[in-house]
C-alpha cells in the first residue's frame, strides 16, 4: 500500500514538473509569436472586426429574455444552490442532490463564479455561453493564421460560423447552457491533438489533455464524442505505435483517468447512486434509448442543418474533401483530413444516437465552417486574379444577407412570452422587491424550471396548492391558481399584470 502511494506521488510530481515546463514554454511561444509578428496589423483589424460582430451576435440584448424552460433554468438552479450550500461537488435541485441532471459540474463552477462576480440575474447566466461561442469564433481565425498560415481561411470560416443560423441560437451561443463552452474546449482539444500529431511535441499532448478533460467536466461523454475520429487519422497517419510507446502519453492518460475517475467516484460516494443515474442518463441510456426527445431518424440532424440551421453552407461540406487535393502544402492537407474526419465521425455519432436534440450538433460548427472555408478559398484561387472578384462579389452578398438575417433572427421579440413559465422573469424585474414574504404556486411545477429559479433568487419559498390557508400571500402566472383560490377561499389581488397575479387569501369562500 505504501509503494503505491510513493508511486502516486512521483507520477503527480512528474505531472506537476511537466506543467511548469509547459507553462514556461507557452510563455516563450508567446514572445515567439510577437517577436515573429505572426499577428500583424491587418490580423488585428481582421479580429477586431470579428469582434464586433460577436459582440452584435452573441453579447447584445442578451438578459432580455427571462429564462428559457428545462436546461437553462436547471443549470440556473444548481448554480444558485450551490452559490447557497457552498458544495461544489454534487448539484443540487429543490434542495436536493440532482439525479437527473448528472452532467459534471465544470459549467455550473464557472456560472458561480459569474454570479458572485456580477449578481445572479439572466445577463451573468448566459455570459460563459456567449464568451465561449466568441472565443470559438475567433480562435477560428487565429488557428487558421497559425497552423495554416492563411488569415483568409480565418476570416472566412469565422464569417460563415457567424452566419449559420444554429450557432448563435439557444442551448448554444446565447443561453446559459452547456453545448458553448463544451464546443469551445473541444474545438481547443482537438486543434492541440492535431498540434501534437504533426509536431510530436509532448507539451502539445498535455495542453490537449487538459482541454479534454475540462470537456468531461462540462458534459460528460459528450467531451469524447471527437476521439474516435482522432483515433482514425492517428491510425491514418501510422502514428498509433508511437503514440503508445511515448512515455508521456501514458502519464497524461493516467492524469485524465485520475481527474476524470476521481471525480465521478467522489460525487458516487457524496451521493449515492449517482454512478447509476450516470450511466442512464449520460452514457448508453441515451444512445440506446430516445431520452427527453422524440424519436427521430437518421438524417433528423441533416434536415436541420440544411432546412435552417447551416444555411446553404451544408451543400458545400461533403465536397469539402476536394479541397485536399487543390493544395499544395502538407500541413493544410493534413488539417483538411483530420477535420473532415472529425465532422464525419461526430455527425455519425449524434446521428446513429437514439437522443436526439437539435443542439447537440453545436460541436460541428467550428469544423464545418473551416472546411467550407477552404474549400471555397481553394476554388477562388484557381481563377485568374482578376476574375476572383466575380465569386468573391457573390459570397460578399449572401454573406452579408445570412448575417442580417441572423442578427433579425436573434434579436426578434420573445415569441414565447405567453408561456406561463417564462413571465415569471418578467414580473419579478418588473417588481424585484414587491413580493417579499410571498410564496409561489405553479400547478405545472414540476415542468416549470424558470418558477423554480425565480423564487430561489428571490429568496421566495415554494408550496402545493392543496396547502394554502387564510393569510398566504401568493405569487403566480398560472390562471389556474387563481381559478382555484377564488373558488374555495375569499381572496384579494394584489397584482393583475401581464397574465401574473399576487393574491392575499383571505377567510375560506361560502
Known amino acids: 500500500m505504501s509503494g503505491m502511494v510513493i508511486n502516486i506521488v512521483r507520477i503527480l510530481q512528474n505531472l506537476a514538473t511537466n506543467s511548469i515546463v509547459i507553462i514556461e514554454n507557452f510563455a516563450k511561444s508567446l514572445k515567439i509569436i510577437q517577436k515573429e509578428k505572426k499577428i500583424d496589423f491587418l490580423d488585428t483589424l481582421f479580429l477586431l472586426f470579428i469582434g464586433i460582430l460577436c459582440y452584435l451576435v452573441f453579447f447584445r440584448y442578451l438578459g432580455d429574455y427571462s429564462l428559457r424552460m428545462w436546461d437553462e433554468s436547471r443549470n440556473g438552479i444548481n448554480a444558485l444552490e450551490m452559490l447557497k450550500n457552498n458544495n461544489f461537488l454534487v448539484t443540487y435541485f429543490k434542495g436536493a442532490p440532482d439525479l437527473w441532471n448528472t452532467k459534471p459540474p465544470f459549467l455550473i463552477w464557472v456560472i458561480v463564479a459569474f454570479f458572485k462576480l456580477f449578481g445572479v440575474s439572466e445577463l451573468t447566466l448566459r455570459l460563459p455561453s456567449a464568451i465561449s461561442a466568441s ?54 482539444g482537438s486543434v492541440f491533438t492535431f498540434y501534437y500529431i504533426e509536431s510530436k511535441q509532448n507539451k502539445d499532448l498535455y495542453l490537449s489533455a487538459i482541454f479534454w478533460c475540462l470537456a468531461v467536466l462540462t458534459k460528460g461523454a459528450a467531451g469524447l464524442f471527437m476521439i474516435p475520429g482522432i483515433l482514425l ?132 460548427y467550428p469544423l464545418a465552417s473551416i472546411l467550407v472555408a477552404i474549400f471555397l478559398l481553394s476554388l477562388i484561387r484557381r481563377f485568374p486574379i482578376l476574375i476572383r472578384l466575380i465569386p468573391i462579389l457573390i459570397l ?115
Not at 449572401?398 to 433579425?408: E, G, H, S
Not at 403566480?476 to 384579494?492: A, L, N, P
Open 396 to 510: 460578399c452578398f449572401y454573406m452579408q444577407r445570412y448575417i442580417r438575417t441572423n442578427i433579425a433572427y436573434i434579436y426578434r421579440p420573445d415569441l414565447e412570452k405567453d408561456n406561463s413559465c417564462l413571465k415569471y422573469g418578467y414580473i419579478f424585474r418588473e417588481y424585484p422587491n414587491k413580493f417579499n414574504g410571498y410564496v409561489g404556486i405553479d400547478k405545472d411545477e414540476g415542468f416549470c424550471m424558470p418558477f423554480h429559479f425565480y423564487l430561489l433568487k428571490n429568496d421566495l419559498k415554494y408550496k402545493n396548492i392543496t396547502d394554502i390557508v387564510p393569510g398566504d400571500k401568493i405569487i403566480t402566472c398560472d390562471s389556474s391558481v387563481v381559478s382555484f383560490s377564488e373558488h374555495k377561499y375569499k381572496i384579494k389581488r394584489t397584482m393583475d399584470k401581464n397574465g401574473c397575479w399576487g393574491l392575499q387569501i383571505l377567510n375560506p369562500g361560502i
Open 135 to 188: 472565443l470559438t469564433v475567433l480562435l477560428i481565425y487565429v488557428f487558421s493564421k497559425l497552423i495554416l498560415k492563411d488569415r483568409w481561411v480565418g476570416l472566412l470560416g469565422s464569417l460563415i460560423i457567424l452566419s449559420s443560423m444554429g450557432f448563435p441560437d439557444i442551448h448554444i451561443g446565447r443561453t446559459g447552457d452547456y453545448d458553448a463552452l463544451l464546443t469551445f474546449l473541444t474545438f481547443l
Open 233 to 364: 487519422y492517428i491510425i491514418i497517419k501510422r502514428r498509433l505505435r508511437e503514440m503508445v510507446c511515448n512515455r508521456t502519453f501514458w502519464l497524461v492518460s493516467l492524469f485524465f483517468v485520475l481527474i476524470i475517475g476521481g471525480y465521478y467516484l467522489s460525487r458516487n460516494i457524496m451521493n449515492s447512486g449517482y454512478l447509476s443515474a450516470v450511466w442512464k442518463e449520460d452514457l448508453f441510456g441515451r444512445f440506446g434509448k430516445a431520452i427527453g426527445a422524440v424519436d427521430h431518424n437518421f438524417s433528423y440532424y441533416w434536415d436541420w442543418l440544411k432546412d435552417f440551421r447551416f444555411q446553404k453552407w451544408i451543400y458545400l461540406l461533403p465536397f469539402s474533401f476536394v479541397s485536399y487535393f487543390l493544395v499544395k502544402s502538407q500541413i493544410y492537407k493534413n488539417f483538411i483530413i483530420y477535420f473532415f474526419i472529425l465532422t464525419i465521425g461526430y455527425f455519425l455519432i449524434i446521428s446513429y444516437s437514439e437522443t436526439k436534440q437539435i443542439w447537440y450538433d453545436a460541436q460541428l
